[in-house]
Nanobody, 124 residues
């Protein structure tokens, strides 16, 4: 059974940094693209960043480009999202998702497995 477990969320102030982690278990191989999404209250789930299992391929949403770095450790089945200079509009539940493809898909409908999310709250 595939499980994705997010951690690292919390309450921070604007301008702070935060590191989210996604621990994967049950995946039959490391050949999964891992994608971070977020969903703010009253809004649709949106793409944040993704890391293809093909090394070095990553994409970021325009809203976080330059402030976020996604990294993965296939040996540990972990994918981290380092976020800098957080804004109140970054407040959301952050989810990691896995898809059995090397291609990065920014649509939530393209994911095969989801975590339950971790809440990030950025106060002004």
């Amino acid at each position: 059974q595939v499980q994705l477990l997010e951690s690292g969320g919390g309450l921070v102030q604007a301008g702070d940094s935060l590191r989210l982690s996604c621990a994967a278990s049950g995946l039959t191989s490391s050949r999964n693209t891992i994608t971070w999404f977020r969903q703010a209250p009253g809004k649709e789930r949106e793409f944040v960043a993704a890391s293809s299992w093909i090394g070095g391929i990553a994409e970021y949403a325009d809203s976080v480009q330059g402030r976020c770095t996604i990294s993965r450790d296939n040996a540990k089945s972990m994918v981290d999202l380092q976020m800098e200079y957080l804004y109140p509009e970054d407040t959301a539940v952050y989810y990691c998702a896995a898809s059995r493809t090397y291609r990065i898909n920014r649509s939530p409908s393209g994911m095969d497995h989801w975590g339950k999310g971790t809440l990030v709250t950025v106060s002004s």
